[in-house]
C-alpha cells in the first residue's frame, strides 16, 4: 500500500520543497501538450481506476477502519466511504472532463488596431495548482483531471483520513499520465499526514505553487485565510438566502422553498435563510413554513414570524450567520425586496441567493443591489453547481471576486496571454 | 495646502483603519452608480484640475523644492514635475475614461440550459482597490478616474516626495464627486507621509481592502511581496526581449530594434535583451547592432556576438536579468527559435517579447511555448501599453497570471456575477 512519509518537520520541507520543483518543472510540457494527449490521459485514468477497484476498495476499507476507530462522525465517513458505484462514477466523472472543449489556446477575444495590429486574448494554463481538501477521496480524481484539462500541474494535499484511498486513487491518475506520455509530476500527491505540509503549500513551496484552492471546513478556510502567501480561490461557507416577494406565486414559493433547503441539506448551494415580505405574511407565510416543516424541516424564527407559525423555535442573532448545512432554516420578515438586499448585504457569504417574484422590477433590484456570486429569479438555490451550470465538472463554488467567482470548472482554471501580429510597426 | 496627518505609529493605525471603513461603506453605492453619474463627476474632474492650475501648480513648486533640497534624481525629478502641458494631459486622460464604455453590468457571456434556465455573466465592480505608486503625481488622476469609472471605491497611497501635487490634484476629484452627488470617499487620498500606512494597506485594512497594484520600483515589489496579505496586481520589471529569426526581414528588423530599445528607454516596455539567430549572425547582426549603436545604445554582447561586433562590452550574467530603462541593451546569438525560446523562459520577467520573422512555423512556436503577457510578431516591444491596445487608459501592466494580466483597464478593474433567470425550477 501507500509508503508514506515519514520524517521531521525538516523532512517534510524538503519534501515539500522538492514537490515544487517536480511541479514547476511539469509546467512547460504541460503548457504545449495537445489536447489529444491530454484527453488520452484522462481516457487511460478512467480506466485505470476502473480496473483497480478492488485495490481503491482494499485502501478505502483501511481508512474506514482508522476513521471507526478514531470515532469520526458518521457524516464524515459517508463522505469517506468508497463502493463500486461511487468509483464508477469516479471514473465517468474522468471521462466528461476528458470530454469537454480544452481551453488552453482558447481565442477569447480578438481586434484589429487602426495602426493594423490584430490582437488576440488566448487562453493558457495557469501553471502550478494547490488544492488542499478533506475526507473525500474522489477529490483526488476530480482536481487532478480538471487541473490537468486546464494544462496546469498540480499537487494535492488530501485530508489524513484519506490517504490511503487518495493515494490509490492517484495511482491511477499517474497510470494515465505515463500511457499518454505526459509528466508523470503533473499531478503529485502530498504522501505525508504532517500538518506542517499544508504551511509549506501556504507558503507557496519557494514561488513555485501559483493559487491555492482549498476546500473545506472553517477552520482550514481560517487557515489559509491567516498564512497563505499565494493567491487563493476563497470557498467560503454558502449562507444562502431564499426570499420571497410579495409579487410570488405562492405555489411556486412553496415548491422552491422546500427544495432549496430539503433536496440536500449539506451542500454550499442549500438555503439556510429563508426572507418573507411582509406584505405577504398572512397569505404566504403559513403556507411555506408548513411545507418546511411537513418536509422534516427544524424553524428558528423572528418575532414577527412567531407572531403568525408558532411552531417554531425563536431565533438568536447567531442564526443569521450560521451554515446549518442541516434540516434548519432560519425565516424572518422583511420589509420589500429592500429589506431583503439590506439583509442580505449584511450578513450573506456572497455566494448564492434566490428570488421568488414575479415583479420584474423587483428582480431587477435584487439583481442588481446584492453582490453576491450567484443570483436566481425564480429558481432554487441548489442549481448553485458547475454541472447545473453546464460547466461540466468543477472544483468548488468560489466566493471571492478575484479571478474565479462561482463555479470554478476548467476555463477559471486558465489565465491568458496577449498575440500581437503585425507587419512592422514601430510605435510612432 | 494639504493638512498632513502628523503622529505616531498608532495614529497612522488608526487613520488607516479609518480609511478603509470609509472606503468600504462606498462600496454599494458606487456599485449601483449609474453610468451618467459617473460620467458627471468625471466631467468634472477633469474641468477642476483645469479650474485649479495654479494650485495644483503652487503645491507642485513645494514637492519640488523639497525634492531639489533632498538632492532627487533627475529622472525623479522630471516625473515629478508639472506645468500646464503636464496638467492639461491630465485633464484630457480623464475625460477620455468618461469616454469609455462603462463596463459594469455588461453581459459577458450569456447561455441557457436544456431545463430552460438562462444563465448571464455580468461585471460588477471588484470593491476598494488600493493603489500604491510612487514619484508620478498623475497617477493621483489616472489611478482615481479609472478606479471610479469601475463602480470601485479606491485609496491612493502617493509617493511622500509628491504628496502635495498628489492632494491638490485629489481635491480637484473630490470637488467632481461632490458636484455628481457620489460618495466623497469614493476616492481617498492617504494624508501622510509615515510609512507604516503602506504597512497597514498591505495588511488589508481589516478587510476594507479587495486587491492592492502597486506601482513603483523593486523595492516596492519586494515589499508588497513579503507583505501582502490581500491580492496583488503584480507589477514586475519589465526585461523584454526582441527575437530576430533567420527568416527575418533584414531592414524591418533594424527598425523595430531601434524602435523597441530606443524610443523610450524609461518605460517597462522596452527591449531589454536582443536576441539573435545565429544562422544569421553574419547577414542580420552586424547591420542591426551598428543601428543600435548610432542611435546611442550601449551595446553589452555575449562572446559570440563579440567576435562579429567588437564595439561592444562583454555581457556578465547580470545583464540578462537587468532591467536597464536605459539606453543599453544586452545583446546575444542563440540557435533559432528553440534557442530564443529557451533564453526567454529562463530569464524573462514574462511581460513582453517580440520575434521578428517571416516564418509562419517560427512565430507558431514563439507565441504558443512562451508563457509572457504579450507576445508580439513584426512589431516593436513598446506597444506594450493599455492605449495602444485600445483600451483606453491603463492603470499598470500586470505581469501577475491571476485575474489581469498584460494591461489593466477598466475592464480588468471588474469582477464578475451570474444572473440565472428561471419560471419555477427546482432542482431534481
Redesign the interface.
Known sequence: MLKLHEGSAADTGQLMAAIGRKARAA??PL??ASTAAKNAALSAMADAILRNEKEILEANAIDVANGEEAGLSPSFMDRLKLNPARIGAMSDGIREIAALKDPV?DVIAE?D?PNG?N?ERVR?P??VIGVIYESRPNVTADAGALCLKAGNAVVLRGGSDSINSSAAIHACLVEGLKAAGLPEDAIQLVPTTDRAAVGEMLKGLSGNL??IIPRGGRSLVERVQTEARV?VFAHLEGICHLYIDKSA?LA?AV??A???KM?RTGICGAAETLLIDRAVASTHLVPVLEALRDAGCELHADADVLKAFSDATPATDADWVTEYLDAIIAVKLVDGVGGAIEHI?TFSSHHTEAIVAEDAAAVERF???I??????????T??ADGG???MGAEIGIATG???A??PVGVEQLT?????????????P
Not at 453582490?371 to 432554487?380: G, T
Open positions: 509546467v512547460r503548457a504545449i489556446g481586434w488596431r495590429l490582437i493558457t495557469l501553471g501559483d493559487v493567491p406565486d411556486m415548491k422552491i422546500v427544495n432549496a433536496r448585504e439583481f442588481n443591489e453582490d453576491s456570486a450567484i443570483l436566481l429569479h425564480n429558481a432554487s441548489q442549481f447545473e451550470f453546464g471576486k478575484m479571478h467567482r462561482g489565465s491568458f496571454k496577449y498575440r500581437v501580429r503585425g507587419n512592422g510597426q514601430v510605435r
